[in-house]
T-cell receptor, first 110, second 115 residues
Framework: GQNIDQPTEMTATEGAIVQINCTYQ??????LFWYQQHAGEAPTFLSY????GLEEKGRFSSFLSRSKGYSYLLLKELQMKDSASYLC???????????FGTGTRLQVFP | ETGVTQSPTHLIKTRGQQVTLRCSSQ?????VSWYQQALGQGPQFIFQ???????GRGNFPPRFSGLQFPNYSSELNVNALELDDSALYLC??????????????FGEGSRLTVL
């Protein structure tokens, strides 16, 4: 993920809100994905943003600003099971592949 | 609906050997992508297959090769294994149609250790 930048690690407390930021440098892309990956497991789909703005899905929301090359994943009412890596991935134009960032490892403490 | 399945789940090889990893795509998906995920890193795109043809390749040497079969299942072959090939190999199926084209459905992965 040489074009994608996200923090390596974050910590938060159960019940709190956390925002994981992602910046990217692609000049044109189809959209931006967020995946969750628990240790030793496969990544699972969380959200997909194509247009600017906020997409809300229960406790998770994702925001995209195409002009700023910026996205964030917002996790509310954190639970212990939210401890995982969160991967930001862009879907460039004219390709059928996703380019992933290195992931942000979130640890939720009681 | 059957999800993406991969085999084997774990394997150990030595330098110079060859390995074949297998993947069955999710029902209704005709596109299979392979990713390599080193420890602490995000998945890196290896290549993608669509209708039995390679449809895009990442920055991996030719000793990484693949196949897709008429039933859309796929194989990843790696020749002349190197220590740095130790990683989790993820297979993902997708369909270009639908609400989120490009959304990948991942298998549990094959963890390869090269000694």
């Amino acid at each position: 993920g040489q074009n994608i930048d996200q923090p390596t690690e974050m910590t938060a407390t159960e019940g709190a809100i956390v925002q994981i930021n992602c910046t990217y440098q692609t000049s044109g892309f189809n959209g931006l994905f967020w995946y969750q990956q628990h240790a030793g497991e496969a990544p699972t789909f969380l959200s997909y943003n194509v247009l600017d703005g906020l997409e809300e899905k229960g406790r998770f929301s994702s925001f995209l600003s195409r002009s700023k090359g910026y996205s964030y994943l917002l996790l509310k009412e954190l639970q212990m099971k939210d401890s995982a890596s969160y991967l930001c991935a862009e879907f460039p134009y004219n390709t059928d592949k996703l380019i992933f960032g290195t992931g942000t490892r979130l640890q939720v403490f009681p | 609906e059957t999800g993406v399945t991969q085999s084997p789940t774990h394997l150990i090889k030595t330098r110079g050997q060859q390995v074949t990893l297998r993947c069955s795509s999710q029902s209704g998906h005709n596109t299979v992508s392979w990713y390599q995920q080193a420890l602490g890193q995000g998945p890196q795109f290896i290549f993608q297959y669509y209708r039995e043809e390679e449809n895009g390749r990442g920055n991996f040497p030719p000793r990484f090769s693949g196949l897709q079969f008429p039933n859309y299942s796929s194989e990843l072959n790696v020749n002349a294994l190197e220590l740095d090939d130790s990683a989790l190999y993820l297979c993902a199926s997708s369909s270009l149609a639908g609400e989120s084209p490009g959304e990948l459905f991942f298998g549990e992965g094959s963890r390869l250790t090269v000694l």
